[in-house]
C-alpha cells in the first residue's frame, strides 16, 4: 500500500517560485508513475504535470514552460518546481501515484492520492 504526502505549499505574489514535494511510503517507488494535480474553488481536479516511471514528463499546456517535475528515486519523492506563479495557478495541489505505466494526464489512472497543499497566489 503506498501512502502519499504532500508538502510546499503556500501564499505568494504573481511572479515567485514555490517547490511543492511529495513522499511516497513503500519500497517499489521506482515502478510508480507519479502525477500532480489540482482544484482550484468551483472547478474540476485538473492535470498539471506527470512523470513515469521511466522518467518520462508530461504537462498541462498551461504550466509548460514554468513549471518542471522531477524525482528521486532514492528519496521516494517527486517534486513540482513552480516559477513565475500566476493567480490562476492557485488551487489544492494533489499527487498521485499508480504502478508502472506511462505519464498520463488522465485522473482516473491513478488510484492513489495524497491530502493535498493549498497554493494561493496573489496578483
Known amino acids: 500500500q503506498v501512502h502519499l504526502a504532500e508538502s510546499g505549499g503556500g501564499l505568494v505574489q504573481a511572479g515567485d517560485s514555490l517547490r511543492l514535494s511529495c513522499t511516497a511510503s513503500?519500497?517499489?517507488?521506482?515502478?510508480?508513475?507519479m502525477g500532480w494535480f489540482r482544484r482550484a474553488p468551483g472547478k474540476e481536479r485538473e492535470f498539471v504535470a506527470a512523470i513515469a516511471w521511466s522518467s518520462t514528463t508530461a504537462y498541462a499546456d498551461s504550466v509548460k514552460g514554468r513549471f518542471t517535475i522531477s524525482r528521486d528515486n532514492v528519496k521516494n519523492m517527486v517534486y513540482l518546481q513552480m516559477n513565475s506563479l500566476k493567480p490562476e495557478d492557485t488551487a489544492v495541489y494533489y499527487c498521485?501515484?499508480?504502478?508502472?505505466?506511462?505519464?498520463?494526464?488522465?485522473?482516473?489512472?491513478?488510484?492513489?492520492w495524497g491530502q493535498g497543499t493549498q497554493v494561493t497566489v496573489s496578483s
Open positions: 513503500g519500497r517499489t517507488f521506482n515502478m510508480l508513475s
Open positions: 498521485g501515484s499508480r504502478y508502472g505505466g506511462d505519464a498520463s494526464s488522465s485522473y482516473y489512472e491513478y488510484p492513489t
